[in-house]
């Protein structure tokens, strides 16, 4: 190998490619800038014997992408110099996707689309812009959650609920139920993947959706860092950090409700306010009447309260303070620590806190 190829890169034989004709000595040394700034840093480093060596050895002839060929003045061996890659000029890695295998798509499109919702779901939806999302919910009669959701309308007659836990199948089949004459379809879409990517969307901001290779963005990103949903037809992730995504939905107050405790707690007691995820103004949804007098008439005595422990207590486990049941665990991950979310009063004196002989340890939500 050539002094050139030691302190530039490495180098292959390019005479029987880009010289038909020998080239002749002649032509002495024409080098790039890369190059004449590694042969500047030589001669600081190198004594006179050295630099001379290193010029009766080595010529070349500049390229426009930065290489340059350079020959063995004695041998009149062509090669083709590629630079070694500098770190500030390498693409920067991508970040990995996580399949969410716990996540599905329901899609309702038609006319009649999103007085549907609007009726329905707990939030705004006649407000929601095309091209936008926000957080909604389902909820029985007696105002108690039974599905938490991030609702998108990418289109003027569609909307797209995207389903942490509940299975789509289940709130397909029960949603049906109440469409009778309206124009509508309401369909489950396993053909959308959803994947969650711990890294800023490409287009999608805050509320605003994005378009990235054909798949749908949502903004995820929060006090704890850059993160969203990619939504679409591409190819599907590992599934290794879906409880790594599970944590960070619990960090930031997002219940991630098992199947035990559905319509079991009030919107308030979930604390969705933090979402934006229903409304007391607009007229008459499943649960309204609930929710509004609960809110207007101030009667909220509890909220949602986030723990850490060594390992993880079950959902529907009491919260003691060790002379009585004061609250109860809705979700948990493991992990080091384990989180939990639970249900507590919003006033309480300050005591050791448990759940089934598991020492909790109060930290606060992140915005």
Not at 187 to 210: E, F, K, T, W
Request: proline share 8%; glycine share 10%.
């Amino acid at each position: 190998m050539t002094a050139l190829a030691q302190c530039c890169g490495s180098e292959i034989d390019a005479a029987p490619v880009f010289f038909p004709i020998p080239v002749t000595r002649r032509l002495g040394t024409v080098a790039p800038p890369y190059f004449l700034l590694r042969w500047r840093r030589f001669r600081v480093g190198a004594g006179r014997s050295g630099r001379r060596v290193f010029g009766r050895q080595c010529s070349g002839v500049g390229v426009r992408d930065g290489s340059c060929f350079a020959y063995h003045r004695g041998l009149a061996v062509h090669k083709i110099l590629i630079p070694t890659p500098l770190a500030d000029n390498l693409p920067p890695p991508e970040t990995p996707a996580t399949a969410l295998s716990d996540h599905a798509v329901l899609s309702l499109e038609g006319p009649d689309a999103v007085a549907f919702a609007h009726a329905q779901f707990s939030s705004e939806v006649a407000s929601l812009a095309v091209g936008q999302w926000q957080w909604s919910a389902w909820l029985t009669p007696k105002g108690r959650v039974i599905a938490l959701f991030a609702l998108a309308r990418p289109g003027e007659q569609e909307l797209l609920l995207v389903l942490p836990d509940y299975p789509a199948e289940v709130l397909a089949a029960a949603l049906q139920r109440y469409v009778f004459r309206r124009k509508l379809k309401i369909a489950v879409r396993p053909d959308l993947a959803i994947q969650g990517v711990m890294a800023s969307p490409a287009q999608a901001s805050g509320a605003l959706l994005g378009k990235s290779g054909g798949a749908l963005e949502l903004d995820r990103t929060d006090a704890g860092g850059a993160r969203h949903w990619r939504i679409g037809d591409g190819p599907v992730a590992g599934t290794a950090n879906i409880a790594d995504w599970r944590r960070h939905d619990l960090r930031h107050g997002l219940p991630r409700l098992p199947e035990s405790q559905r319509e079991q707690w009030t919107p308030q007691q979930l604390s969705l306010d933090r979402l934006n995820a229903y409304s007391v103004k607009k007229g008459c949804y499943p649960g309204q009447e609930i929710v509004a007098r609960t809110h207007f008439l101030g009667k909220a005595k509890r909220a949602l309260v986030l723990f850490e422990s060594d390992v993880p207590p079950d959902p529907g486990n009491a919260v003691t303070d060790g002379n009585r049941d004061i609250g109860e665990i809705i979700c948990a991950q493991a992990g080091s620590p384990a989180l939990a979310l639970g249900v507590m009063p919003l006033e309480r004196e300050p005591a050791t806190l448990a759940a089934s002989g598991v020492a909790l340890k109060e930290i606060p939500l992140l915005d």
